[in-house]
C-alpha cells in the first residue's frame, strides 16, 4: 500500500472524547456537533496527520471553515457524502499542531422539512488518520501521462525548467475528482516521463483560489527576490479575477505569495498571466486572456509587479464562439528557412472544432508591444488549431527549456465532459510533451507543429512488430499489440496511398471496442473515429469523429501513434498535425489492422513498440 506517511503528532494532550450534548456521532478523536438543519460543528481533539473527509460525488459542496483557535484559516468546499461515501480526501492537519480546530461546516441544498444534515452518513466517516492511501485504484489511470496522485486536474500552469528539472504546476482540488478549490499543485520531472509529486506550490488565500498562470526565472534580479528567483504570477479568483505574484528562492520548491497582493487589476474578467523575458525590449512582457471580451491583452514590465498595458489583439479576430483563456506567446525559427515568427496561443472554450474546449493560435510578428497577425492570401487572419483532436486543452509552454527547445503540454480533456470522465480517484491527465516548431505550408501560410518530445523514445521497450513493406487492400493485414501493462505502446507506421483512396488503420478488442482512423486520399485528412472506442456513453459529447488536415499532397503520411490506458495521441508526418483524443476500452486494444479502399496502399514501414513504464 502506497500511503502518505509522517509521524504522529501530538496536537491536543487530551484524547477523551468529551461528549456534550449536542454530540450526536463522531469517531476517536473527532467530536461532530450539529447545530440546526444544515449546520455543523466538528471538533478535532484527538491526534492525527490527516482529518480524512467521506466524500459522495454527486452531492453538491458544503462550505467548510476552518477554525484555527477561533480564526478563519481557510475556507474549503467538499461534496460530504449524503447517503454513501465514493472516496475519502485528506485534510491536513499538521501546519495546524498544537492548536484548537474546529471545522464549521455549512452542508448545501435547501434541506428544509424533508431533512437535516444530521442524517448524512459523513459525519460516521470522519477520522484521524497518520496516513492517507494514494496507492492506485483506476483501470483508466495512464501508464506513461503525469496525473495527480488525487484529486482534480485542469490546466497546467507555471512551467519551468531549472537545473535539468522540469516543473509542472497544475490547477489542483486537493479535496475531490471536480472542479473546485482551485490551488497549484507541483510535479517534477528530469525526463518529461516519470513524475514526482510534491506539495502544492501556491494554496487559496484570502484574495481567492489559484487560478492559471506563469512562471520566469529572474537572473537578473528584476524584481528584488533574489539572483534565479523563479516568479510566479497567477490569478487571484475571489468574487473578481486579479492577478498576483508568488516567489521562490529555493529553485522552485516552495513559494512564498507576495504580501503587496494583487498586482495588477482591471475592471474585467482577465486572468491566466503568461510572462516572459523580450530580450530584444530589455523588458518583461505579459499576456493575460481577456476573457469575456475574446481577446488578449499585452502588458510590459521592468519588475514584474509594476505591469502597464500596451495593446489588445483579438476582438472579432479568429474563433469567436468561446471564451479567450490559457494565453503563450513565443517566437520560433521557420523550418528550412532563416525567417522567424511568434506564435499567440489563445486556447478557447468552447467553440473547439469538434466542440468544447481546443487550441486556437495566430501566427504574427510582435514588436514588444503590439501582436500583428499574419494574413492569408485573401487578405485574412485565418482560424488555425493546434490540435486536431478533442483532448488537448490550455496547452502552454515551459519558460526556459533548453537548448532553445518550446516544450509544451496541455491538460488532456474537455470542458465539456471533463468531469463525467469514467474515473473517480483521479480526473485528468497532461498531454504528452510536445516540441512546438513552424513549417510553411504548400498554401504559401505559416504553421504549428507539435513532435513528440525526444525523451519520448526513452520509453520504448520492445519491438514486437517490424514490418518492413506490406501491401494492403481491401483484405487487410492485422497484427497483435502488446498485452502487458494494459497495451500501452507506440506504433510508427509510414503510408503511400497515392494507388488507394483511403487508408484505414484500426485498433480493436475482443468485445467488440474499435478505433478506426482513416486517411482520405482525395481530402488530404486524417480522422478519428472514437464512437465505439469502449465506454462512450458518459456524455453526449465524447463520441464523435475529429478530423485533422495532413498538409501533403503527395498521398503519402507518416504517423507516430501513442497508445496508453485511455488515450491515443497521433502525431502525423513531422509533427505536421497531431489528434489527442481520450478513449475508454472496455478491455485493452489487442489488435491493428490496416486495409484500404478503392486501391491497394502500400506500408513501407510498420513498428510497434511495447514501453516501459517504472
Ligand atoms: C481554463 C480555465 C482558466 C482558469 C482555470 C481555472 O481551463 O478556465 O481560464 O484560470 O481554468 O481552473
Known amino acids: ?86 472516496y475519502m480526501v485528506p485534510f491536513d492537519l499538521s501546519s495546524y499542531e498544537g492548536h484548537n ?14 431533512r437535516e444534515a444530521k442524517d448524512d452518513v459523513c459525519w460516521r466517516g470522519i477520522e484521524l488518520s497518520d496516513t492517507f492511501d494514494v496507492s492506485d485504484r483506476e483501470k483508466y489511470r495512464p501508464a506513461y501521462h503525469h496525473t495527480p496522485l488525487y484529486g482534480w486536474m485542469n490546466d497546467p500552469n507555471g512551467m519551468f525548467y ?100 494583487p498586482v495588477l487589476t482591471l475592471e474585467s474578467e482577465a486572468r491566466d498571466p503568461n510572462m516572459f523575458w523580450n530580450d530584444e525590449t530589455g523588458e518583461w512582457n505579459m499576456v493575460l486572456a481577456h476573457a469575456l471580451d475574446r481577446e488578449m491583452l499585452f502588458f510590459s514590465s521592468a519588475d514584474l509587479k509594476k505591469w502597464t498595458l500596451q495593446s489588445g489583439f483579438g476582438k472579432g479576430i479568429g474563433c469567436q464562439d468561446g471564451v479567450w483563456e490559457c494565453p503563450d506567446l513565443f517566437e520560433l525559427p521557420v523550418e528550412g528557412s532563416d525567417e522567424k515568427k511568434w506564435v499567440l496561443i489563445c486556447n478557447i472554450n468552447p467553440g473547439g ?30 482560424v488555425k488549431w493546434l490540435d486536431y483532436g478533442k483532448d488537448n486543452y490550455a496547452l502552454v509552454s515551459w519558460s526556459d527549456a533548453p537548448d532553445g527547445r518550446r516544450t509544451a503540454l496541455g491538460w488532456m480533456s474537455n470542458w465539456q465532459y ?70 500501452i505502446c507506440e506504433i510508427l507506421l509510414d503510408i503511400d496511398a497515392q494507388k488507394a483512396d483511403s487508408v484505414m488503420i484500426t485498433l480493436a478488442n475482443n468485445a467488440g471496442d474499435e478505433v478506426v482512423m482513416c486517411y482520405d486520399n482525395a481530402a488530404h485528412t486524417v480522422s478519428f473515429d472514437r464512437r465505439r472506442s469502449g465506454l462512450v456513453d458518459f456524455s453526449e459529447g465524447f463520441p464523435a469523429v475529429t478530423v485533422s488536415p495532413t498538409f501533403e499532397e503527395n498521398g503519402k503520411v507518416s504517423l507516430r501513434i501513442f497508445v496508453d490506458r485511455s488515450s491515443i495521441e497521433l502525431f502525423g508526418t513531422d509533427g505536421r498535425f497531431v489528434m489527442t483524443n481520450l478513449v475508454f476500452p472496455t478491455e485493452p486494444y489487442s489488435t491493428l489492422t490496416l486495409n484500404a479502399d478503392g486501391g491497394s496502399a502500400r506500408i513501407s514501414n510498420l513498428k510497434v513498440y511495447s514501453l516501459k513504464v517504472k
Not at 463522531?26 to 473527509?53: D, F, I, P
Not at 480546530?101 to 424533508?114: A, E, K, N
Not at 531549472?162 to 497544475?170: F, R, T
Open 162 to 261: 531549472k537545473d535539468g528539472e522540469w516543473h509542472l504546476c497544475y490547477q489542483w482540488n486537493p479535496y475531490g475528482s471536480k472542479w473546485q478549490n482551485m490551488t497549484w499543485g507541483h510535479s517534477v520531472s528530469d525526463n518529461l516521463v516519470d513524475w514526482k509529486h510534491l506539495e502544492p506550490a501556491i494554496r487559496p488565500d484570502g484574495l481567492g483560489s489559484i487560478f492559471s498562470g506563469s512562471c520566469v526565472i529572474d537572473h537578473n534580479n528584476t524584481a528584488g527576490f533574489g539572483k534565479d528567483a523563479v516568479i510566479a504570477l497567477y490569478t487571484s479568483a475571489g468574487t473578481s479575477q486579479m492577478q498576483s505574484l508568488a516567489a521562490s528562492s529555493d529553485n522552485g520548491n516552495t513559494f512564498k505569495v507576495h504580501a503587496a497582493n
Open 101 to 114: 480546530m474546529v471545522l464549521d461546516i455549512v452542508t448545501p441544498q435547501g434541506r428544509g422539512s424533508v
Open 353 to 382: 472544432p469538434f466542440g468544447g474546449s481546443a487550441i486556437q493560435y495566430f501566427i504574427g510578428d510582435w514588436d514588444g508591444k503590439t501582436f500583428t497577425a499574419d494574413t492569408d492570401k485573401d487578405g485574412k487572419i485565418a
Open 1 to 86: 500500500m502506497t500511503t502518505i506517511k509522517k509521524s504522529m503528532r501530538t496536537m491536543v494532550a487530551a484524547v477523551t472524547l468529551a461528549l456534550s450534548a449536542g454530540v450526536v456521532s463522531a469517531t476517536e478523536g473527532v467530536e461532530v456537533n450539529h447545530l440546526g438543519v444544515s449546520n455543523t460543528l466538528v471538533r478535532v481533539t484527538g491526534a492525527g496527520k490527516y482529518l480524512l473527509l467521506p466524500v459522495q460525488e454527486a452531492n453538491d459542496d458544503a462550505r467548510i471553515n476552518v477554525l484555527v483557535d477561533g480564526k478563519i484559516a481557510e475556507t474549503i468546499y467538499v461534496r460530504l457524502a449524503r447517503s454513501k461515501t465514493d
Open 418 to 487: 471533463a468531469a463525467e470522465v469514467p474515473t473517480m480517484q483521479y480526473r485528468s491527465a497532461n498531454t504528452l510533451p510536445r516540441e512546438i516548431g513552424l513549417f510553411r505550408a504548400a498554401d504559401g501560410a505559416v504553421y504549428a507543429s507539435s513532435k513528440p518530445s525526444p525523451e519520448l523514445t526513452g520509453l520504448r521497450d520492445k519491438l514486437v512488430v517490424n514490418a518492413a513493406k506490406a501491401t494492403v487492400g481491401r483484405k487487410g493485414r492485422s497484427y497483435q499489440l502488446p498485452a502487458a501493462n494494459g497495451g
